[in-house]
C-alpha cells in the first residue's frame, strides 16, 4: 500500500514540477507496484491485485494468459511470457 502512495504522490509532483527525474522514479514505483500486485494473482480475489490495472494492463486479462501459460508450461517455449520477450 506504501509503494501505491509513493506512485501517486510522486507522478503529482513529477507533473506539477515537470520533472523527469520525478517521472523516473515514479515509473520504477510503479514497475514495483505491479510486481507486488504479481504476489496477489496466486491467491483468491484481492484488491491489491487490481494494482496491475495502474500500469495500464489489464488484471483480468493477465491473471487468465498467466494462468494458463506460465503455470502450465513454466519457463519453456511454450510459455507465452518467456517466448514473448525473445
Do not use: P, Q
Not at 501505491?4 to 520525478?22: K, M, P
Not at 510486481?35 to 495502474?54: E, I, P, T
Amino acid at each position: 500500500d506504501s509503494i501505491f502512495i509513493l506512485f501517486l504522490v510522486l507522478s503529482l509532483l513529477a507533473v506539477y514540477f515537470g520533472s523527469i527525474l520525478l517521472s523516473l522514479v515514479s515509473g520504477v514505483s510503479l514497475a514495483m507496484l505491479c510486481v507486488c500486485a504479481h504476489n496477489y494473482f496466486h491467491k483468491k480475489n484481492n484488491w491489491r491485485m487490481f494494482y496491475f490495472d495502474c500500469g495500464m494492463l489489464s488484471s483480468h486479462e493477465w491473471r487468465i494468459s498467466h494462468a494458463l501459460s506460465h503455470h502450465l508450461f513454466a519457463n519453456t517455449l511454450l510459455d507465452v511470457e518467456v517466448s514473448a520477450i525473445e
